[in-house]
C-alpha cells in the first residue's frame, strides 16, 4: 500500500521562507514522478511543481524563481523549498506521486498540509 506523508508547512510572514517533505513508502516503482499541486479554497487544484526519477523538473509559471522542487530517490522523498512567500501562496498543499504498473498509471496522493502567508 502506497502512502505519502507530507510535513513542513504552517504560519509564515510575506517574504518568508517553507520547506515541505513528502515521504513515499509502500509498493513504488523506481520510474515515477513525484509532484506538489495546492488548492485555495474556492479555487482549483493546480501543479505547482514536478520532478521525475531522472531528475527533470517542472516549476508553475507563478512559482518560478521562487520554489524550487528536488527529491532524495534513496528515501522516495521530494522537497518543495519555498522563498520569497506571497499571500497568494497561502492554499492547501498536495503531494503526489504517479507511476507506470502494467500499463496503466497510478496516482497517490497526500493528506494535504496547510501553508498559511499572512502578516
Known amino acids: 500500500q502506497v502512502q505519502l506523508v507530507e510535513s513542513g508547512g504552517g504560519l509564515v510572514q510575506p517574504g518568508g521562507s517553507l520547506r515541505l517533505s513528502c515521504a513515499a513508502s509502500?509498493?513504488?516503482?523506481?520510474?515515477?514522478?513525484m509532484g506538489w499541486y495546492r488548492q485555495a479554497p474556492g479555487e482549483q487544484r493546480e501543479l505547482v511543481a514536478r520532478i521525475t526519477s531522472a531528475g527533470a523538473t517542472y516549476h508553475a509559471d507563478s512559482v518560478k524563481g521562487r520554489f524550487t522542487i528536488s527529491r532524495d530517490s534513496a528515501k522516495n522523498t521530494v522537497y518543495l523549498q519555498m522563498n520569497s512567500l506571497k499571500p497568494e501562496d497561502t492554499a492547501g498543499y498536495y503531494c503526489n506521486l504517479d507511476f507506470v504498473r502494467g500499463g496503466v498509471w497510478n496516482t497517490y496522493w497526500g493528506q494535504g498540509i496547510q501553508v498559511i502567508v499572512s502578516s
Open positions: 509502500g509498493g513504488i516503482l523506481t520510474d515515477n514522478r
